[in-house]
């Protein structure tokens, strides 16, 4: 004698079907967090970068003038603060006269002890920018120029002009000088990226 289980078996499989109410009111809280979204994204804007650039030698002028041109080639929003040293990069005559210290780089092929000899750093600054013309590397004012061309904004930091007596007419034309540490710490905190060199 064969017993029917088919009733047991489709209630217990039996599901709950939303109503049409509750479903057309999970699609418009849909719609309106994707419109939500795509405002937010609109309204987001390019990414921003913000440098700081600390030291005046020659091998330390390159990484913060590269790393803005490239993100502005990007579309980004770069402002580099020069404070201390790093004000020698923007400064029109200094910046043609960078050093590069053989002492205390780990990556120069000679000991501290002969680095620290007279005339090191006039043979090593002299063999890097020998490097740079040799590779077709572009010159600390060819990248000043081209970054403030592509809307990078060079600060200089008014304490330190005033701290080491610069003349804020020696400077770049276009860079912004006047700038002090509550100004740039604005930007700096939007930023996407920040950077200290």
Not at 24 to 31: F, P, V
Not at 91 to 98: G, Q, V, Y
């Amino acid at each position: 004698m064969s017993t029917d289980t088919s009733t047991a078996s489709d209630t217990s499989e039996t599901v709950d079907e939303p109503d049409a109410a509750t479903v057309a009111e999970l699609e418009s809280r849909i719609e309106e967090l994707e419109a939500s979204l795509a405002a937010v994204e609109a309204d987001d804007g390019p990414k921003k970068m913000s440098i700081i650039a600390t030291k005046g030698t020659l091998d330390m002028a390159y990484p913060p003038l590269i790393l803005a041109s490239t993100a502005a080639a990007f579309g980004w929003e770069v402002q580099v603060f020069h404070t201390f040293w790093g004000l020698d990069i923007l400064h029109e005559e200094r910046s043609k006269n960078l050093k590069l210290s053989a002492v205390g780089n780990p990556n120069m092929p000679m000991p501290n002890a002969i680095a620290a000899l007279p005339g090191m750093d006039s043979m090593a600054t002299k063999m890097m920018r020998k490097k740079i013309a040799d590779n077709n590397t572009a010159s600390i004012e060819e990248l000043i120029q081209t970054s403030l061309d592509m809307g990078v904004e060079f600060q200089a930091c008014q304490m330190t002009i005033d701290l080491m007596d610069y003349d804020e007419d020696d400077f770049y034309d276009g860079v912004t000088t006047g700038v002090g540490a509550a100004t740039a710490l604005q930007f700096m905190g939007d930023a996407d990226v920040q950077l200290f060199v």
